[in-house]
C-alpha cells in the first residue's frame, strides 16, 4: 500500500459515494486506476467494504448502550459469540483483558426495550456470569474511519 492507495482510502472514508472518476481527479489516476487499485485493496481485505453510515436516532434507536459481560466458562464463549453476532442490535462485540471478557455495543428503541436485550436476550446467553451496562447520554465523537495516511506501507 502506496501513499496514493491511502489517499484513495481516505477520500472513501470521507464519501463513500465519490465517484471513480472525482477519486481519480484527487490523486491523479484514471477511472481504470483507480478500479485496480480498489480491487487490489478489496482482495488483500484492507477495504472491507463500502457501505452506509445512518444516523440511528432518526430510525427511532435513541438508545447507545455499551455492555460490559463476564463469561463464567471458557466453553460458553464460542457460542456466546455466535448469538451475539446474531443479534442485529449490537454493533459491535470485542473480546477484551480486564475485569470483563467481551464489551459490545449495542442500540435499542428505548429503556424497555434496552431492558429486554439485556435482561431476556444478553443475560439468557450460555455462561454469562455478569454483565455491567453504560447509558450514553451524548456523543461527541464517534466514527467508524481510520486514519491511513500515517500507516505501515503493506
Same mark, same amino acid.
Given at each position: !500500500? @502506496? ?11 470521507? @464519501?463513500?459515494?465519490?465517484? $471513480? ?16 487499485? =480498489?480491487?487490489? =485493496? ?12 445512518? +444516523?440511528?436516532?432518526? =430510525?427511532?434507536?435513541?438508545? %447507545? ?21 446474531? !443479534?442485529?442490535?449490537?454493533?459491535? *462485540?470485542?473480546? !477484551?483483558?480486564?475485569? $470483563?471478557? $467481551?464489551? &459490545? ?19 439468557? %446467553? ?7 451496562? =453504560? &447509558? ?10 481510520? @486514519? *491511513?495516511?500515517?500507516?505501515? +506501507?503493506?
Amino acid at each position: !500500500m @502506496d501513499a496514493i492507495d491511502r489517499e484513495i482510502l481516505q477520500l472513501l472514508q470521507i @464519501d463513500a459515494t465519490r465517484s $471513480y472518476s472525482a477519486i481519480g481527479k484527487a490523486v491523479g489516476l484514471s477511472v481504470s486506476g483507480v478500479n485496480e487499485r =480498489l480491487k487490489k =485493496l478489496k482482495s488483500r481485505g484492507v477495504l472491507r467494504s463500502i457501505e452506509a453510515r445512518l +444516523d440511528p436516532a432518526t =430510525l427511532g434507536l435513541d438508545i %447507545l448502550a455499551f455492555v460490559q459481560i463476564l463469561v463464567d466458562r471458557a466453553g460458553a464463549e464460542g457460542e456466546l459469540v455466535r448469538r451475539i453476532r446474531q !443479534m442485529p442490535e449490537v454493533q459491535e *462485540c470485542h473480546h !477484551m483483558t480486564g475485569d $470483563y471478557s $467481551y464489551l &459490545i455495543k449495542l442500540r435499542a428503541r428505548d429503556t424497555r426495550h434496552l431492558e429486554h436485550l439485556i435482561g431476556d436476550r444478553i443475560k439468557s %446467553l450460555p455462561g454469562i456470569a455478569r454483565t455491567f451496562t =453504560l &447509558i450514553v447520554l451524548s456523543t461527541a465523537k464517534e466514527t467508524a474511519a481510520v @486514519d *491511513c495516511r500515517n500507516a505501515a +506501507d503493506a
